[in-house]
């Protein structure tokens, strides 16, 4: 699983990551957050294929299923994107997660879109 809450940790992920939509989207998040100081506005969390929902959990500090409902969720090729407003002061969890993640994760999200 990758955290990211910088945009130079971003900016690392979009340069080496093997997968190019996901290198894409992030690449858009880049983009759309260049203005703000990403640790101030939102957390990115790529999920990878051998994370397990408790991973997940762990990872975010509080179970998933306690961020739903998502405000968005949208399917881009073998990805997931699922936002998530995590605090009033509208603090955002953006999660990336690939078609071949664990089932118990995507459980949670395909019954969102």
């Known amino acids: 699983m990758l955290i990211i809450s910088t945009h130079g940790e971003l900016a690392n992920v979009v340069n080496t990551h093997a997968d190019a939509t996901l290198r894409h989207l992030l690449s858009a998040q880049a983009e759309r957050l ?9 957390t990115l969390v790529v ?14 500090g509080r179970p998933l299923a306690s961020l739903l ?20 002061d509208g603090f955002g969890l953006v999660l990336f997660i690939p078609a ?9 999200v395909e019954g969102e879109l």
Not at 34 to 42: G, T
Not at 72 to 85: G, S, T
Not at 100 to 108: I, K, N, T
């Open 34 to 42: 260049a203005d703000y100081d990403l640790s101030e506005i939102a």
């Open 100 to 108: 071949d993640a664990d089932p118990a994760v995507l459980a949670f």
């Open 47 to 60: 999920v990878e294929p051998h994370d397990t929902l408790d991973d997940v959990d762990n990872a975010l």
């Open 69 to 88: 409902p998502a405000e968005l969720v949208e399917r881009q090729a073998r990805w997931l994107q699922c936002v998530f407003i995590i605090s009033d």
